[in-house]
């Protein structure tokens, strides 16, 4: 309630999807910061990370850890584990039929 003018003013707007596929219309971008851990690093993500971006995401299934990956000037990725952690799984959603 208190910060419902970003929502009003369109400075923040909220969107569900496929966290695996990210948000492409509105790529690319300078960070992205996934909240749940991935089995591995999706690659729709990667690609949508602006060079000289940042992405900090949990991956791992029974061990998990949190990874910063830059994108580099050139378009290369570079990815440090910094710890481990324990995150709730990044789900695939249901197919429709």
Same mark, same amino acid.
């Given at each position: 309630k208190?910060?419902?003018?970003?929502?009003?003013?369109?400075?923040?707007?909220?969107?569900?999807?496929?966290?695996?596929?990210g948000?492409?219309?509105?790529?690319?971008?300078?960070?992205?910061?996934?909240?749940?851990?991935?089995?591995?690093? $999706?690659e729709?993500?990667? @690609? #949508?990370?602006?060079?000289? =971006?940042? +992405?900090?995401? %949990?991956?791992?299934?029974?061990?998990?850890?949190?990874?910063?990956?830059?994108?580099? $000037?050139?378009?290369?990725? @570079? #990815?440090k584990?910094?710890? =481990?952690? +324990?995150?709730? %799984?990044?789900?695939?959603?249901?197919?429709c039929?």
């Amino acid at each position: 309630k208190e910060d419902a003018d970003l929502l009003d003013s369109g400075t923040l707007q909220v969107e569900q999807g496929d966290g695996w596929k990210g948000f492409e219309q509105a790529s690319p971008y300078d960070s992205i910061h996934v909240g749940a851990a991935a089995e591995s690093v $999706p690659e729709a993500l990667l @690609e #949508q990370l602006k060079p000289g =971006g940042r +992405m900090v995401i %949990p991956v791992g299934t029974t061990t998990q850890q949190f990874c910063t990956i830059d994108r580099l $000037p050139n378009g290369n990725f @570079e #990815q440090k584990s910094l710890m =481990g952690v +324990m995150y709730v %799984p990044l789900v695939h959603p249901p197919s429709c039929i």
